[in-house]
């Protein structure tokens, strides 16, 4: 039986991800902050990955045939799992983003676009002041990934998910659509709003466990087949009303956010099509606002 260890994993696909992987009989070994109870059956470890010392009490002789990051976001972060780490696991995946992508344009980005064995790292910059942090999201994993990459401790792979929708989503990014739809208020965008990429949260749940078992390293981009604009996502809702302004609404993006998959096809993981599973998504959303104005 395999040991993976999952540092984050208390919401949305990262709690799939662990119980996909308990329920596969894997060893699952959660660390956080304990913000949030851990799903049944798996070892819970509360430290803050922030505090080097903490972790490496809390993680004791433990070691692992792979761990799953899904909450670095910035150089110190990968910094400290790079030490904490080394020695423990033989492979190390890190949940990156789509957003690593955001200063390009043009056509689908492939992984060689954006380059973390050359990028630049800045420890100086104020990474612990989240405001900074948000305005920097892409910067962050990028400068997080170059970290891993560089004088590797363990075979590093870094899943850069294109935009998650489906299941618990804590963002309220669809909600936000289907509210305004259903009021007839109008949905912010810009003029020639451009293609982006998605995938399932069931999906890139499959497709994390799928890469910590796998043996490649590197960047990988996850993203189902086919991509989708602000206006076709809203026509799946309903009968959208549209104005143009500089405030726009999530997903309304004016340059390309659209992956190539084709390295992870090619090495086997077998991705769904947007056109697939949106319509079930758009249901659930829609369902469960109608549960919220029911209980409002």
């Not at 992870?264 to 079930?280: E, H, I, K, M, Q």
């Amino acid at each position: 039986m395999s040991e993976i260890c999952i540092i984050g994993g208390s919401r949305h696909f990262g709690r799939r991800l662990v119980e996909n992987l308990r329920d596969a009989g894997t060893a699952v070994t959660v660390v956080n902050r304990g913000s949030a109870p851990a799903p049944a059956g798996v070892t819970h470890l509360r430290a803050d990955r922030d505090d080097e010392d903490a972790l490496r009490r809390v993680l004791d002789d433990r070691d692992f045939d792979a761990v799953i990051d899904q909450v670095c976001y910035t150089p110190a972060q990968a910094a400290v799992a790079r030490r904490v780490f080394a020695g423990r696991t033989r492979r190390y995946v890190m949940t990156s983003t789509i957003e690593v992508y955001a200063d390009l344009d043009g056509p689908p980005h492939a992984e060689h676009a954006v380059d973390p064995a050359n990028w630049p790292v800045r420890t100086d910059l104020p990474w612990d002041d989240p405001a900074f942090l948000d305005h920097n999201y892409g910067e962050g994993k990028r400068q997080a990934e170059a970290v891993f990459t560089r004088d590797p401790a363990f075979g590093f792979v870094s899943v850069r998910t294109a935009h998650v929708l489906g299941g618990a989503d804590f963002t309220g990014r669809l909600a936000h659509y289907v509210r305004r739809i259903r009021a007839g208020l109008p949905v912010i965008v810009h003029e020639d709003p451009r293609p982006a990429s998605f995938i399932h949260e069931r999906e890139i749940a499959e497709f994390l466990a799928w890469a910590a078992r796998a043996d490649f390293t590197g960047a990988v981009n996850a993203a189902s087949h086919g991509t989708l604009d602000v206006r076709q996502l809203c026509a799946a809702i309903g009968e959208p009303v549209y104005a143009v302004g500089e405030d726009v609404s999530p997903f309304s993006f004016d340059r390309s956010y659209a992956m190539d998959n084709g390295r992870a096809t090619a090495l086997g993981f077998p991705f769904s099509r947007v056109a697939d599973w949106l319509p079930s998504v758009i249901e659930d959303a829609l369902a469960e606002e109608e549960r919220t104005c029911a209980l409002a």
